[in-house]
């Protein structure tokens, strides 16, 4: 049974920082990884999609790498700005269905 | 121009009672899904759904049962609601490709009295 687990769970970090986020997964017969926020009482926003086959994304000042053999992902924030404050979700799909087995998240914080 | 929509956005009911949440996407996908994320803020799948196969989570109990009318739509119903069922319920959907992404809904926030 696929298990992710999300490091750390929750990041305070100054505004301009750059941060890693991580995420391992027990399974790594995966089709895809994809990472997610979530800002407090809102929905999910997702952010990077990586397929199996791929290494990394990156989408403005996120990067988000891929290590399949060793379970691993990161997502990479650059320059990180108070709008960054969230959840930040990842999950991977596998199996039947296409299901998507989430990790319990990052609670990051950005401060001016 | 929403992707995937949900009502009601927030439900308040008392125990015993039975309800339901809609669900609705305008993307085309062909496969639709719903998860649960409880107070610790956990994301767990329910159900996996498309116009083939119900998959469903060992660990739902079946008073949760979904129901489609047509592709675009999953409707999830809730019979003799219980203290426990108390959670944000996100309704998701994909192409069947098992490479597709998932895009969520905005969560229906469930509370049981």
Sequence with gaps: KQEVTQIPAALSVPEGENLVLNCSFTDSAIYNLQWFRQDPGKGLTSLLLIQSSQREQTSGRLNASLDKSSGRSTLYIAASQPGDSATYLCAVKDGAGNMLTFGGGTRLMVKP | DTAVSQTPKYLVTQMGNDKSIKCEQNLGHDTMYWYKQDSKKFLKIMFSYNNKELIIN?????????????????????????????????????HASGIAEQFFGPGTRLTVL
């Design chain 2, 58 to 94: 060992e660990t739902v109990p079946n008073r949760f049962s979904p129901k489609s009318p047509d592709k675009a739509h999953l409707n999830l119903h809730i019979n003799s609601l219980e203290l426990g069922d108390s959670a944000v319920y996100f309704c998701a959907s994909s």
